[in-house]
């Protein structure tokens, strides 16, 4: 088996989605098999304005301590529960931008 990761899959429908936060082989697709379900998240905010998030806090720190990799997006929610650090922020460039594109100050001659 390989690398265990814990990730969300997809469920609900279309412009109503609902995730399952599950522990399954990195290998294995995002909505395939898995190993356990720990949580689930649900993104659509409710008639109170708040978004709805169930973590099973002793499975995930039981996955955690045997080395399963938490993907972006659940990281981020383990943050929020206070399950982890803050993730590092992960900074998006634009196609063919530089990112050590500097404006340099017009050159003067001093002739």
Avoid at 37 to 52: A, E, M, Q, S, T
Avoid at 58 to 76: D, N
């Amino acid at each position: 088996m390989g690398l265990v990761r814990l990730r969300l899959a997809r469920f609900g429908r279309r412009n109503l989605p609902f995730y399952r936060i599950t522990a399954a082989d990195s290998r294995a697709p995002r909505d395939g098999k898995h190993l356990e379900v720990v949580g689930h998240y649900n993104p659509i905010p409710g008639k109170d304005g708040l978004k709805r998030i169930g973590i099973n806090t002793e499975r995930i720190k039981y996955w955690l301590s045997v080395g399963a990799q938490p993907s972006h997006p659940v990281a981020r929610l383990l943050h929020l529960a206070g399950l982890m650090p803050r993730p590092a922020a992960s900074y998006i460039v634009k196609k063919g931008a530089s990112p050590n594109l500097k404006k340099s100050p017009p050159a003067t001659s001093s002739e």
